[in-house]
Nanobody, 127 residues
Framework: VPYVESGGGSVQTGGSLTLSCSAT????????WGWFRQAPGEEREGVAA???????AYSDSVAGRFNITRDAVKRTVYLQMTALEPNDTGIYYC??????????????????????WGQGTQVTVSE
């Protein structure tokens, strides 16, 4: 797979975690990058995206709590998560696609982004 997610874990409500997505050389890092999550029994959903110009977009459920950044030198995309809630529990995946706008990208279904997905990283938030 062209990217590997890490940084997940178990925290209590109100806690913080920072996820990392390391991109291999087979993927164009200039692409728009996104973070997605999938809760048990639920559809995968996009939560944050960042485009080449570093414009970011967030889903309503995480806006104000999550922050997505990208480091081209390290070929890594980060998702800083604060004020975590039990509803944030799920497997978090990153992905890249040739969108020009983060806002437009986040509005598309995860199925439209790519057919290449990594293993993801588990985030569990307890009461």
């Amino acid at each position: 797979v062209p990217y590997v997610e890490s940084g997940g874990g178990s925290v209590q409500t109100g806690g913080s975690l920072t996820l990392s997505c390391s991109a291999t050389s087979v993927i164009d890092f200039d692409y728009c990058w996104g973070w997605f999550r999938q809760a048990p029994g639920e559809e995968r959903e996009g939560v944050a995206a960042i485009d080449f110009d570093r414009n970011a977009a967030y889903s309503d459920s995480v806006a104000g709590r999550f922050n997505i950044t990208r480091d081209a030198v390290k070929r890594t995309v980060y998702l800083q998560m604060t004020a975590l809630e039990p509803n944030d529990t799920g497997i978090y995946y990153c992905a890249a696609a040739p969108y020009r706008s983060a806002a437009h990208a986040l509005g598309d279904s995860w199925r439209t982004w790519t057919s290449l997905w990594g293993q993801g990283t588990q985030v569990t938030v307890s009461e």
